[in-house]
């Protein structure tokens, strides 16, 4: 199943996530064969981080929560909320993607 994961970060977390940087990319690794797609969400000219957005195909939402309840992000404080949200696959155009 899929599940979108929109994480937005607190105010004024640009240094903390610089620091948990390593680990954070680290955990992504771990959950590489459930990610089908992730990236920073920033402003229209990409000077600041505003959240994350993970696309998961996991189990059920326990394996979602699971996943964002172990990311380093999230046991930063660097993200302010989530929401969680069980979605399907509708268009899909992967050509887009190349040259980004």
Same mark, same amino acid.
């Given at each position: 199943? *899929?599940?979108?994961?929109?994480?937005?970060?607190?105010?004024?977390?640009?240094?903390?996530?610089?620091?948990? +940087?390593?680990?954070?990319?680290?955990? +992504?690794?771990?959950?590489?064969?459930? #990610?089908?797609?992730? &990236?920073?969400?920033?402003?229209?000219?990409?000077?600041?981080?505003? &959240?994350?957005?993970? #696309?998961?195909?996991?189990?059920?939402?326990?394996?979602?929560?699971?996943?964002?309840?172990?990311?380093?992000?999230?046991?930063?404080? #660097?993200?302010?909320?989530?929401?969680?949200?069980?979605?399907?696959? &509708?268009?899909?155009?992967?050509? *887009? #993607?190349? &040259?980004?």
């Amino acid at each position: 199943m *899929l599940y979108s994961v929109y994480c937005q970060d607190a105010e004024n977390t640009a240094a903390l996530r610089e620091k948990h +940087l390593v680990a954070h990319r680290a955990h +992504l690794d771990a959950w590489r064969e459930q #990610i089908f797609f992730s &990236g920073p969400l920033q402003t229209d000219d990409a000077s600041v981080a505003l &959240g994350s957005l993970f #696309i998961l195909n996991v189990a059920d939402r326990a394996e979602a929560e699971r996943f964002i309840q172990t990311e380093t992000f999230y046991n930063a404080g #660097i993200f302010a909320s989530v929401t969680i949200r069980r979605m399907r696959k &509708g268009r899909y155009n992967p050509a *887009l #993607i190349e &040259g980004l």
